[in-house]
């Protein structure tokens, strides 16, 4: 990517997040049903009382006036209350996300450690068994519906084998004290091994499940970057100097095959956070995509709505930095 | 008999492609499957053995045909929490499934392909409207955007096939208004505007043509995916609601029987990853069939 296309994406970028606040603004606005209705569903109120509260939400405003109330407040991260827990969407949005983010964090961990591997192996070993059932493998994981992936490993893993547990983040009854709300880190800071082994040990089927079928992807990536970087003549040369195999593999070629794999991670960080949602379902996992899909069933629409643009933004925000990223790995590329 | 006789008749690059397929065996053995599916699907209420929404207590979560615990002879692969067979299930399921991913691939086929030629070709203020709605849309995880429609419209057939489309259209648009970008180049279309061809000519019988074997190759990618959004959708009971059978909420309700009856759960969750995978081995043959610099390449 040249540097005028960087300055570009940089330049779309308001453009494409203004987008993406009319859409979730839209989506809340055009809903059918009257919000104040939702709100007060089970108690007595006057006409005249819901006419004072929809004054109060500004629902009485011109369309284009509660979109910029709403983008104001968005980007102080005012998005009203949570019907459903009776505080600032903002307060339970922090409280859920560390979860979600632990468990992104630790499927993409899980995707690179697999996907490496296995990409310069199948990328060495070109047109060999290994290479034929790595290809085989990655169409197995970009077709393998991921919510049915985690049923079967809790099937295996924790209801046979119970090496696992079913799910949650953390056993029944156990306190750790919330520093950061990322569990694993607060185990440490309490100075709770024990603690941190079980909080590990329910992380793992999860972060699984998310980041496999990740790894599919990522591995084919590696393996066709790898593969054009063996054919360089810098590759070619390196050998005719006498260096050994594993030194032009890991030394020379590994560091420029990974830059595409490094812009595809980063993308990837972004989707696994979405898929997140789907997982955490499965597993019970309290993270925010629980929190999403538990607010659709109780119409809790603030909560859904600044979690769908809170995604979305670091989405956006993921895919900008994997353009800048590739930038400035990309020695071709001078910013 | 003079030369020209002799020569054998000109093969259209159709034709080539189609040849090129048939020759390649794990498609033609992915598009059977697909093709069997669609089949049942299509004949689901002739083939299926029960009704697929016939519940009775007494046959609840009975065993498939093979295992030992099997009490109801006539439902060889079991039952479900309600007594429902869950073979004719699976069958309405693939109807579900098979019908949902048509309609959305169909229509965002359409919108996706006259946005991108109206963008590719006619440049200008259309071109930068559809491609700042494609950046934008692109903008959303596919799931989180599909959740969050459903979410406001509320779960059913005709929710989820609108839900999907207003996010699946921009995949066929960016390729299509890509090759229409090239195509514009091409001394063809540079002929159809010096004899005077107005805009909508070009586009729809001059570039249109050009583009469709790339939207059918973007189209089978793409369904399966959608298959894969539907059943997730309807896995979190935002899809098709009870008590039509889809294999996403199949999976769903089999959850809390794992132990107990692990086919409840397995079962439909097999038959997606069954289907997907035929359909994107499918896609991948027809790519490499009617993609003709692959071909150029080798």
């Not at chain 1, 999860?206 to 992807?217: E, K, M, R, V, Y």
């Not at chain 1, 991670?265 to 972004?270: K, M, S």
Request: overall charge neutral; glycine content about 8%.
């Amino acid at each position: 990517m040249s540097p005028s296309r960087v300055l570009e994406r940089l330049l779309q970028l308001p453009v494409v997040l203004l987008g993406v606040s009319l859409i979730v603004f839209l989506m809340m606005t055009l809903t059918p049903g009257d919000p104040v209705e939702i709100m007060l569903a089970d108690q007595r109120v006057t006409e005249e009382q819901v006419a004072i509260m929809r004054r109060d939400l500004g629902l009485d405003r011109p369309l284009v006036e509660r979109y910029f109330v709403f983008l104001r407040n968005a980007v102080t991260g005012d998005f009203g209350l949570s019907f459903f827990h009776r505080r600032p969407v903002l307060d339970v949005i922090a409280e859920r996300l560390p979860a979600t983010i632990e468990l992104t964090v630790f499927a993409l961990l899980i995707a690179v450690v697999v996907a490496v591997p296995l990409g310069i192996a199948a990328a060495v070993a070109r047109n060999s068994w290994l290479d034929r059932v790595l290809s085989a493998a990655s169409l197995f994981g970009v077709s393998l519906p991921g919510f049915w992936f985690g049923i079967l490993l809790i099937m295996l893993f924790a209801v046979q084998l119970g090496w696992f547990p079913v799910g949650g983040r953390i056993p029944f009854g156990w306190e750790v004290p919330r520093l950061t709300g990322f569990l694993l880190l607060d185990t440490v800071l309490a100075g709770r091994p024990d603690a941190f082994l079980r909080t590990l040990s329910h992380l793992v089927l999860p972060a699984i499940t998310l980041g496999l079928p990740a790894s599919a992807l990522l591995a084919r990536v590696i393996r066709g970057s790898m593969v054009e970087v063996l054919n360089t003549d810098y590759i070619l040369f390196a050998e005719a100097k006498g260096l050994t195999r594993r030194r032009v593999l890991f030394l020379h070629a590994l560091k420029n095959a990974l830059i595409p794999a490094v812009t595809v991670l980063a993308i990837e960080a972004g989707g696994l956070l979405g898929g997140s949602m789907i997982v955490e379902t499965v597993f019970g996992w309290p993270g925010l995509g629980r929190v999403v899909v538990e607010s659709i069933f109780a119409r809790n629409y603030p909560l859904v709505q600044a979690a769908v643009l809170l995604y979305a933004v670091i989405y956006v925000g993921m895919n900008f930095f994997a353009d800048l990223l590739y930038a400035s790995l990309n020695p071709k590329v001078r910013l | 008999m003079t030369a020209t006789t002799l020569e054998a008749p000109p093969i259209s690059p159709t034709g080539l492609a189609l040849r090129r397929l048939l020759a390649n065996r794990t498609a033609v053995l992915a598009c059977a499957v697909v093709l069997i599916v669609a089949l049942l699907a299509i004949f689901a209420p002739f083939v299926a053995p029960h009704d697929p929404a016939d519940a009775d207590l007494f046959r609840r979560l009975c065993a498939p045909a093979w295992a030992d615990e099997n009490t109801e002879p006539g439902y060889w692969l079991g039952c479900d929490s309600l007594g429902r067979d869950m073979l004719s299930r699976l069958i309405h399921g693939a109807r579900v499934s098979l019908s949902v991913a048509a309609m959305v691939v169909g229509i965002a086929a359409v919108i996706g392909t006259m946005a991108g030629l109206a963008a590719g070709y006619l440049r200008g203020w259309t071109d930068t409207l559809v491609s700042r709605l494609v950046d934008t849309l692109l903008g959303f995880p596919y799931i989180v955007f599909a959740i969050g429609l459903m979410a406001m419209m509320g779960p059913g057939l005709h929710n989820i096939v609108m839900a999907l489309v207003v996010k699946e259209w921009v995949f066929t648009c960016r390729v299509v208004r890509g090759e229409t970008l090239a195509a514009r180049e091409q001394d063809y279309v540079e002929a159809a505007r010096a004899l005077g061809c107005s805009p909508t000519h070009i586009m729809l019988r001059e570039i249109l043509p050009n583009v469709l074997s790339p939207v059918l190759v973007v189209a089978t990618f793409r369904m399966a995916y959608v298959i894969i959004m539907e059943a997730s959708l309807s896995f979190l009971g935002l899809g098709v609601q009870p008590p039509t059978a889809s294999w996403g909420s199949m999976v769903a309700d089999g959850r809390d029987f794992l132990v107990d009856a692990w086919w409840v759960s397995t079962l439909p969750g097999m038959c997606i990853l069954v289907l997907v995978l035929a359909i994107n081995l499918a896609s991948q043959g027809l790519r490499d069939a009617f993609d003709p610099r692959l071909h150029q390449s080798s």
